[in-house]
């Protein structure tokens, strides 16, 4: 099973064209202009010195290079002048900043340049991670070697260092990140020096030859032994990345379960409606199954895009909806609204509640760092840790990649994006075209030209129609030359429960149409949103929210009739005035300024 | 309006003839062992030296000055040679090592001696403050002057640095306290400077000429200007008191306005339904009106009585159930919820909902102080700041304080309890005897002897019966000497809902029945409390919790069906299983080990 090359695919409309067009015209030079002005860029010269300003963070490589690796998935589809001087230039400087070594890093050649690898938990193979990816990229997309080769260098002293010498301060990173860039590095080369390396920090993570191991950062046993999803949410779901691309490529099966174990009680146990994961701000992490508080929820953007990344990952290992689903949950949901509807400003964490006057309870105490922590209400142009932004434009730049995989005969869709791709399966030259308003609605025709092959095709997981026959998750069609499936993925609005386990959402239901969950704001209906119940006798009328282009949901709602004279405590009334409640895609919320947000209403 | 002395009352039969007995014979000596191990009485000797054991903490002399307030208040009913004796010793300690000028406080003589009045922060004056009440209180219970000269010539000494000579690092206490213990002085002594003092560090508090002025201590705007309760809640209504106090003894409107305001904005606002107030640990304070999050609330102990001094100082100042309502609930929910049923043991915070697994939840992070926090699910026979412990003894020895007050022809009856109490109303000599087993049913016999007088006799808020003409809460009867009024407060179990403000409670419901809030644990429930759904149609049954010997309820209710197959989400399913619900008071929750706790619950 391989991966489909998403430069063979071009979406050509639908929410996802607007998005890759926002991208490549706003979004990646907001961010650049960004990194800019706060010295991120200029950083690459190596020249700043005690006293100065701008002083060089120890992820700040890092930030620049998913801005590199954006810029080659859109050079890759179009080419950009001005994007690609950037990058060269930038390339230059890695280039003359390098020691003769091979080692590269910001940080540690200026600040502290005798402190090379003695701090597990300062990022320095995690951006060296981020800086591999970005060559790769830049490499597939321009043809241009001196990026990989400058890399490959820096790996090579890297491999010398952690295996051969063993003279490093930590064993494994204390942030993953290197360990699936070096997967991608081994794709890229076919080197398989470099798989062996991932293979490396990936088998001596949390053993007894690890120093410092530590839950915060999974390396508290062995990762095969791993059965929960614990510590830093970012960490574990690109170390997880990791191990289900060691384990396909080395056919290692007892890593594939720890894998499929661990997918199984994220999803399962420790992931919020949206795809969001991370429940604590407190380590920025995973705490204990079912605790998804949603008024303080941590839910990273790069979380849910690290989870994608695992799901797709997995799809490798098994085709099986129980990942493809959760990339469409994540996709239009938890990722989606991390960046505004203008692509200018972007979440770090994605909140999946929000009641402003809630966030100075604690202002009558001065020590600001012990106040209850609760997500930002608001989008912001950039982070002093600003890992998100550049992920986003990455990972949108190369959202094609999620739609197939294939192997020798047979063409597996996971998504439905309106698209053409040209790949080759069998042997033949095939081109796939989908035509489709998804998520709009649940119509799908696809269109094989170029030869007769398998094609197996996801049923949703929230579509309940019994028209198709399914084998985990998937439709399997012998399609002929020319021919055309079409697919009516007819889209109700649901309302949605969870688990009782799930002790903060208990009495309470979401809104779903088809993969979107839709909340309420409180700039469409009024304040006081935990108390106003959804009439689950009513139809919802679909419709469009004119004030921000996005669908809108709305349906008979009502709220308790109090006067100021009602006490705070009193017998059950059950007085209650109806009204028109208004819900809008959860990916949209916070366009319209700082208003409540809920995702999980009462009912009547 | 004044207060009744309790030592004219005698409670004889009730909860709360149970409760003073379980003081006297066992927490009274409970506390005084974790006291004296932990160093704090020996503290009094003032022989401490850098690198000996027990260094004194800045708040130890309160700790003891408490729990000598409850020995007086005991030894006022009945004498114990043990308990005195341990006091006199004690006075004795305080003599020796009091200051020739007149200042005594432990810390700042053994461990801070050249740092006398430097610290806002350092509870110096609150220490005072406690040693006052307890000083007051002794001689009151035994005629003993000692300890009360003693204290006299601290606060002269207190009066001469704060007043007089104005030398002092911060001129209003940074833990109120001394203010209200001040007017217990001047009642006591009749000498005016002493409600002149405690005017003082009234009405300098957050004025301009206030050094250091801050929201966690009152002290953000002068006290007169304040709206709503802020910061450290303890502290709060420890100066309300002291307003209210000030108020009555000065006829002074404005203050009298300040303090209806405050009262109104925390029982309107910032109160749970146990009466318990502190929605957040950080600065153990107020938060924003409505924000009373249960599973993270902080609700001390301390802060429950101190509101239930404050509205018994409004009953001064207004005779209005509001306050005595306020009263009631208090000490049958949040305040009675402190102690074990044993006697041995205590809440500091009150938790108003307990899952005991989440309290793992941020255990992968290495500082334990940005943890998430939550309130214990266990009570200790004694903390580090152990203030809590000697107030439960203070209270409960002094309960009877409650039960009435009286002006020149009228008797003021605010709560209900078994007992006989003696006093002059107009000249006569009145016996007043309660006949009632309230609250564990609502009746009432009230008999007069010795002369005609009013009877004012508050009908209870949760009271829905017509059967009483009522002013402010009260109904009021001219009583023949010899007469009996005979009350029927007729309970039914009811459901209570909160404001819709109130966003944590939006859609639950809490089970009361007359002042009792009930509560359910899953040591009787099983797990998951938060989604079991009350039948709202169904009769509750009153009976007994044999294992705890306390009232029980128990209710038709209904769990979710699902099996370990169902997703985390999945479409409103509406599959139900009945069983029978079993709740408990609120006050007698955490008596059969750890559980799961639940006040406010999902109805059917």
Known sequence: MKFVDYSKTVIDSGIWKKKQDMIRTTTIYSVYDRFKETGRFDAFKCDWKEGMPFKPHIFWDSDVAKWIESVAYLTKKKRDKNLETIVDKTVSLIEKNQSPDGYFNIYFTVVQPDKRFTYRSHHELYCAGHLIEAAVAYYSATGKRKFLDLMCRYVDYIEKRFVKEKDTAFTAPGHEEIELALVKLYECTGEKKYLDLSKHFVDIRGTENDIGRQLYDQSHIPVREQTTAEGHAVRAVYLYCAMADVALYTNDKELKDACVRLFSNIVNKRMYITGGIGSSSVGEAFTVDYDLPNLICYTET???????????????????????????????????????????????????????????????????????????????????????????????????????????????????????????????????????????????????????????????????????????????????????????????????????????????????????????????????????????????????????????????????????????????????????????????????????????????
């Open 302 to 604: 790069c979380a849910s895009i690290g989870l994608a990344l695992f799901a797709m990952r997995m799809l490798r290992l098994d085709n099986s909806s129980v990942y493809s689903d959760i990339i469409e949950k994540i996709i239009y949901n938890g990722f989606l609204s991390s960046v505004s509807l203008d692509g200018k400003s972007f979440f770090y964490e994605n909140p999946c509640e929000i009641i402003p006057y809630l966030h100075y309870r604690d202002v009558s105490f001065a020590d600001s760092n012990r106040r209850l922590y609760m997500p930002k209400t608001q989008r912001s142009e950039v982070f002093d840790c600003s890992c998100c932004p550049p992920n986003i434009t990455r990972f949108i730049s190369s959202i094609a990649n999620l739609i197939y995989t294939a192997d020798e005969n047979t063409l597996y869709v996971h998504q439905f994006m309106q698209s053409k791709t040209e790949l080759v399966i069998g042997g033949k030259n095939i081109t796939v075209r989908q035509l489709t308003k998804y998520p709009e609605d649940g119509k799908v025709k696809i269109k094989v030209t170029g030869g007769n092959i398998r094609l197996a095709v996801r049923i949703p997981g929230w579509y309940e129609g019994n028209d198709y026959a399914a084998e985990k998750g998937y439709a399997y069609f012998d399609v002929a030359d020319g021919e055309t499936l079409d697919f009516n993925f007819r889209m109700k609005v649901k309302f949605v429960e969870a688990r009782p386990e799930a002790l903060f959402d208990c009495g309470r239901y979401a809104v779903a149409r088809g993969p979107v969950i839709f909340c309420s704001e409180s700039v469409d209906n009024g304040p006081d949103l935990r108390d106003i119940r959804l009439d689950c006798r009513s139809a919802f009328k679909y419709g469009k929210n004119e004030a921000l282009g996005v669908p809108e949901l709305s349906v008979k709602a009502y709220r308790r009739t109090v006067s100021a004279e009602t006490p705070l405590y009193h017998e059950k009334s059950d007085r209650l005035t109806s009204f028109t409640a208004r819900l809008i895609p959860y990916y949209a919320f916070a366009n319209r300024g700082e208003s409540e947000m809920l995702i999980w209403h009462l009912l009547k």
